[in-house]
Nanobody, 125 residues
Framework: VQLQASGGGLVQAGGSLRLSCVVS????????MGWFLQAPGKEREFVAS????????YYTDAVKGRFTIFRDNTKNTVYLQMNSLKPEDTAVFYC???????????????????WGQGTLVTVSS
């Protein structure tokens, strides 16, 4: 399984970006997908996750109401729509996959088996 994240860039505070992560391998519905971020000098942390068929999603409190995770299994892609971006959102964003049909909450790095390479999001003030 390979994950390829893209969509990062430089944006002004208050702006929007949409990240994408393409998954190759078996049918994408078999994977619960997550997004994590790693800010400079900090640990990687959970942002959002979505179940295999998209019916259940979870968000960290810091992004609720601003970010939306969604997926299109026909395109083998999971997205992270980020609105009202803040300078503190500046980070490398990673997509991750866990082989499960569960709708449980998975927020630890070790919960995920596969990782993309990361895409940098920079929010200027």
């Amino acid at each position: 399984v390979q994950l390829q994240a893209s969509g990062g860039g430089l944006v002004q505070a208050g702006g929007s970006l949409r990240l994408s992560c393409v998954v190759s391998g078996r049918a994408m519905s078999a994977y619960l997908m997550g997004w994590f971020l790693q800010a400079p000098g900090k640990e990687r942390e959970f942002v959002a996750s979505i179940s295999g068929y998209g019916g259940t999603s979870y968000y960290t409190d810091a992004v609720k109401g601003r970010f939306t995770i969604f997926r299109d299994n026909t395109k083998n892609t999971v997205y992270l729509q980020m609105n009202s971006l803040k300078p503190e959102d500046t980070a490398v964003f990673y997509c991750a996959a866990r082989t499960t049909y569960s709708t449980r909450y998975y927020a630890r790095q070790e919960d995920y088996e596969y990782w993309g390479q990361g895409t940098l999001v920079t929010v200027s003030s």
